[in-house]
């Protein structure tokens, strides 16, 4: 059963202190009924170099992939931002969140983080969509389609990575910091929320 619970495949960015990176995320969901306040949960392992970036900028962007942009998941989940620029040549613009927004893919939602729980390996962060809007009119890609259509040295890889987290994970997932979440001193806390009155192309 929980290998069942896959979200569209997304690139999650970040930017802090003119710092940026992307990651790829299976794992997003909706989290607010309420059409003027969309709010949406992901989980990013604390390991990961975005973790560093939202956790202290309190923002991200979901950027959700289409089926041709396989090449993404290679560039994005099987690299570390720490070894390079992810986004150095990929076309993107600052989001009014500042979290990097990428011009080619299906859709994307730019959100300010409201909360977030330890999950002891991982957080939670719970984000407010600020903007978001549909790039194409073709359809996102899924996790079990894009697995079926990369090389198989992609998924040797990526087998290969999810086999290390879950050793690191098994070791942390108990050490949970119940503490609540506090935002940064250096989080920007200027930024709007979405604009019901200008709901026209967005998400």
């Not at 956790?55 to 560039?75: E, T, V, W, Y």
């Not at 570390?80 to 620029?85: A, K, V, W, Y």
């Not at 011009?103 to 903007?131: H, S």
Request: a negative charge.
């Amino acid at each position: 059963m929980m290998g069942q619970l896959w979200s569209p495949i997304v690139a999650v960015t970040s930017q802090w202190q003119g710092k940026t990176n992307a990651q790829i995320a299976v794992s997003v969901g909706a989290a607010s009924v309420v059409p003027e306040k969309p709010r949406v949960v992901i989980q990013i392992y604390k390991a990961n170099y975005s973790w560093e970036l939202i956790q202290h900028s309190g923002a991200l962007a979901l950027n959700f992939l289409r089926p041709d942009q396989l090449q993404l998941i290679k560039d994005f989940g099987l690299v570390s931002g720490l070894d390079g620029d992810k986004l150095s040549e990929v076309a993107h613009r600052s989001g009014l969140t500042g979290s990097p927004i990428l011009q080619n893919c299906w859709g994307y939602l730019d959100c300010r983080v409201i909360n977030a729980m330890d999950g002891g390996d991982m957080t939670c962060f719970l984000g407010e969509v600020v903007d978001g809007g549909t790039v194409s009119e073709s359809e996102p890609l899924w996790w079990p389609e894009a697995r079926r259509m990369i090389p198989a040295a992609w998924n040797q890889e990526w087998d290969a990575k999810i086999a290390e987290q879950i050793q690191k994970s098994t070791h942390l997932m108990d050490q949970i910091d119940y503490t609540p979440w506090n935002p940064s001193k250096e989080t920007d806390q200027g930024i709007p929320a979405m604009d019901p009155a200008n709901e026209t192309g967005r998400a």
